[in-house]
Every structure is written in C-alpha cells, then in structure tokens.
C-alpha cells in the first residue's frame, strides 16, 4: 500500500495565476481531508470530501479556492487567482470510514506552495 | 474560542532522556485526542490516541497521559533517541464522533546525541 500521495510536492506560482493541488488516498480510502499549514503552526482544516461530495467545507475560503474528489481520480484542491498569503504547506489525508477514533486519517507528505 | 494549544514551542533534550511533551486544551466536550509526529518536509503521523475514558495509554517508549480536570495532554518519550527529533502535534476531536480534528501549534523536540 503506497500510502497517501501528493503532487505536487512543490509547486511555485506567481500572484494571479492557478494552483492545482492533487491527492491521491490510499487504497480502499473513499474519504479525504484537505489541511493546510502555515510555518510553525498546526494544521488547519479546509475540506473534508467522501467521493463525489463534499460532505464540509467549513474550514474552506469562499473566494477562490474550491475542491473535488471524482468519482475516478485524485482528489483536487484547486486555488484560483493565488495570493502571496496563500504560501503554506496543503496537506492531504484520507480514512477508511469518518476519522474519528475508529479510522484513523492517514496523511500525505504535502505539497508546498509558495507565490511569488 | 475553543483552542489547543502547548505549553513549550521547542523542547532540548539529550540521547536517552525522557521527553514530555505537553498540551492544554479548552474543549470539554473533546472526547478523543491524538499525538502526532511531524518530521521536516513530511506529514503528520499517528503516534497515539487517548479517549477521555481513559487517562493513560501506553505504546511503545510512549505513553500519552490525560488529566480531564484541568483539560491537559502530555506525551512522554522514554529513552529519547535522535530519530524522535521532530514537531509534535497534539489533536482533539469533539464529541459525537466529530472528524474533524483541532491542531495545537505544535513542539519541536531537538535531541541531541
């Protein structure tokens, strides 16, 4: 089992332009959490997708970020029109059922973006 | 508002010391909480998980204790090797089975050989 996977691993974008995110859960995961951290602080939530859905994006800018998980296919965090303030580390996490203390979210080595 | 947070950013040990790590959290209704290890330029891994049933668990050279009365975490490293060297998260996840889980900000525990 490869594990979570992610890539980029990095990626550099200049202010304006898209940023595309990808994820890829482990085998037999139908369960995806997107995370993004900032240096020296801890994960911060964005989306959480179960295939096809978006089941919260509580944790999730309104304005020009948005997510999927395809029926086929990674799942894709999308930032369109990207600031400087979005430079951080996103990172990816999947579960074979709703994490919790039941199924245990798996996480990605992440993909650091950095706008220029 | 509710938050997780830790007592020390970076915490300095030598090779074969104990190492406790600890966290405060302001969420009584939290009823599950999880360690995490974070080395440079990788994700977060699962170290060990407590529910607030319980207020010891142990694993291997760690143990995770829980003091529900003063809302506190703490994760000790026995014999504390240069591996370890890393940050370390604390998370909690809130009643009703919430999946969402709340980061602290994290220690960066630096052993030195």
């Known amino acids: 089992n490869a594990g979570v996977m992610q890539n980029p691993r990095h990626l550099v974008r200049r202010r304006g332009q898209e940023a595309r995110l990808r994820c890829s859960p482990m085998?037999?995961?139908?369960?995806v959490y997107w995370y993004r951290q900032l240096p020296e602080e801890g994960l911060k939530f964005m989306v959480y997708l179960q295939k096809e859905n978006i089941i919260d994006e509580s944790g999730m800018p309104k304005e020009r970020f948005s997510a999927e998980f395809p029926k086929e296919g990674p799942s894709i965090l999308r930032i369109q029109q990207v600031v400087r303030g979005d430079s951080a580390a996103y990172f990816c996490a999947s579960s074979e059922g709703v994490a919790g203390a039941y199924n245990e979210q798996f996480f990605g080595p992440g993909t650091r973006l950095t706008v220029l | 508002g509710e938050s997780v947070g830790l007592h020390l950013p970076t915490l300095s040990v030598q090779e074969g010391d104990n190492s406790i790590i600890n966290c405060a959290y302001s969420n009584s209704a939290s009823d599950y909480f999880i360690w995490y290890k974070q080395e440079s330029g990788k994700g977060p891994q699962f170290i060990i998980d407590?529910?607030?049933?319980?207020d010891k668990r142990q694993g291997q050279r760690v143990t995770v204790l829980l003091n529900k009365t003063v809302k506190h975490l703490s994760l000790q490293i026995a014999a504390t090797q240069p591996g370890d060297s890393a940050v370390y998260f604390c998370a909690e996840e809130g009643s009703g089975g919430s999946y969402i889980p709340t980061f602290g900000r994290g220690t960066s525990l630096i052993v030195h050989p």
């Open positions: 407590i529910r607030s049933n319980m």
């Open positions: 085998k037999g995961h139908s369960h």
